[in-house]
């Protein structure tokens, strides 16, 4: 009976070490896929802001000094001086230099840590509506909760892939992202009003599944999960819950 226990102990004992060894090397390997992930979620903020800047740059801050430029110059063939011209063209030189300050803040690798998730959420969300491709509100409700940055950074991805999926595949004109600060967790809803999809037959195979699929992923990686919810012709709802910690 001593000898049944002592191998019994010896077998407890075994198991329990490879248990560990076996629970520490998965939580290795998901902190190398959650670095991974957060790598190329910088690379990809840092592309669409890239995108994002050359697009201003080339149609708002570039129209805005060649208008007055012409409005400076129509004013030197003149031998009055129009004070309205002169008053626009000034007033077109400070809306061009605010605007590049705003980009100039963008490029800053602090910004979504400077802003927070939902003000930079917000600023994003402008963006495109400016651009005329969707009608993007933001809505809060809760206190708001400090979010580690590495969390802010890939929660603000997802939110970024939903939005080019609406843009892109939805057919949408409104999205709603909805920011919900419980005690313990952040809750992200993003809604559109597009034509949906059966999710199942989405995520098996196209390209627009992968993407799908990336948003779950990212979700899981921050202990999180993701949730995507769609029925043609009722758009869809994307929700993420993320604890803070």
């Known amino acids: 009976m001593l000898l049944f226990f002592g191998v019994l102990f010896l077998v407890m004992i075994v198991y329990y070490n490879y248990r560990r060894r076996k629970t520490a090397q998965e ?7 959650f670095d991974q992930q957060l790598m ?10 890239f995108t994002y800047i050359s697009e201003e740059i080339h149609d708002n801050v570039g129209q805005l000094l060649s208008l007055a430029k012409m409005q ?13 011209t002169l008053e626009a063209a000034h007033e077109n030189v400070a809306r061009a230099i605010r605007d590049l300050r705003n980009l100039s803040r963008s490029l800053h690798t602090g910004h979504i840590r400077a802003l927070g998730i939902r003000q930079a959420t917000e ?20 206190s708001e909760r400090d979010i580690t940055e590495d969390k802010q950074l890939i929660l603000f991805r ?31 809803r993003v809604r559109d009003d597009g034509k949906g999809f059966d999710p199942e037959v989405t995520l098996r195979g196209s390209a627009k599944g992968l993407g799908l699929q990336n948003i779950r992923n990212r979700a899981r990686l921050t202990g999180g999960s993701g949730i995507i919810s769609s029925k043609p012709g009722e758009g869809t709802t994307v929700t993420v819950m993320m604890p803070y910690e």
């Open 123 to 142: 600023e994003e969300g402008q963006r495109i509506t400016r651009a005329g491709q969707l009608l993007v509100s933001v809505t809060s409700e809760g």
């Open 72 to 84: 400076l110059s129509a004013l030197g063939d003149s031998t009055l001086v129009d004070h309205d």
């Open 40 to 49: 190329q979620a910088r690379l990809e903020v840092q592309e669409q802001a």
């Open 27 to 33: 939580k290795k390997a998901m902190k190398a896929l």
């Open 158 to 188: 997802i939110i970024q892939e939903c939005l080019q999926n609406c843009v892109k595949h939805a057919g949408a004109t409104n999205v709603n992202i909805g920011f919900t600060w419980y005690p313990d967790q952040l809750r992200v």
